[in-house]
């Protein structure tokens, strides 16, 4: 899961992935990996803030690896490559998961493991809005390889990292499944939906 944003877009509200989720105040980042936990057999949490860490970690089920971002704040693509510099071993299929998704379900992220051995492809990630989400998605050992060589060689934007590749997306009928927390209003829709507000 990637949680090491800044969280500027949210002003006053402060670092969106630790703003209650739900009425028993679970962190959203904390419900993020809570999923990525029904679903994968290792969790890697990248991270930048301490504060973060200690929000999340007591709502974990299980061990989770927590890796904390060295040069924060340069993008996701960026993230992934350091991560997957510190990997010894084979991480495909790997799923890629944002800390501001409060709607996400492991049904979601299974479907979306299940569209990558269905198809072949390289990439099988959600889609919102008619566009790909690179950062709710499952990526194979050639995207893998193609992410690392992309953030090895500079490169900031993830889908120019995926050019060439097979991606197949998944649509899902409730829109909150993939709509991140960016602003405020974000978040207020989140919790008017939630009967929070």
């Known amino acids: 899961m990637l949680a090491g944003g800044a969280s500027r877009r949210m002003a006053e509200r402060g670092n969106k992935l630790w703003l209650p989720r739900d ?11 809570r999923v990525a936990e029904e ?3 290792r969790v890697a949490v990248l991270y930048a803030d ?15 690896a927590w890796v904390r971002d060295r040069e924060c704040y340069q993008g996701p693509l960026a993230a992934l490559g350091r991560f997957l510099e510190g990997q010894t071993s084979d991480v495909s299929p ?21 569209a990558l051995t269905r198809t072949g492809a390289d ?12 950062l709710a998605a499952v990526y194979a050992k050639r995207a893998v390889r193609a992410i690392a060589d ?3 060689r500079g490169e900031k934007r993830i889908l120019k990292a995926l050019e060439g590749l097979e991606i197949c997306t998944v649509a899902f009928e ?20 939630e009967g929070m507000a």
């Open 23 to 33: 009425a028993r105040g679970m962190p959203m980042a904390a419900h993020v990996v």
């Open 39 to 41: 679903v994968a057999s």
């Open 50 to 64: 301490d504060a973060l860490r200690a929000a999340v970690a007591p709502w974990a089920k299980g061990e989770i």
């Open 94 to 114: 790997l799923v890629v998961l944002a800390g501001d998704l409060p709607g996400i379900t492991a049904d979601a992220v299974r479907a979306l493991v299940d």
């Open 123 to 134: 990439v099988a990630a959600a889609e919102r809005e008619g566009r790909m989400q690179p």
């Open 150 to 152: 992309a953030a090895a």
């Open 174 to 193: 409730d829109e909150w499944t993939v709509r991140p927390v960016h602003r405020p209003e974000d978040y207020e829709d989140w919790r008017k939906r």
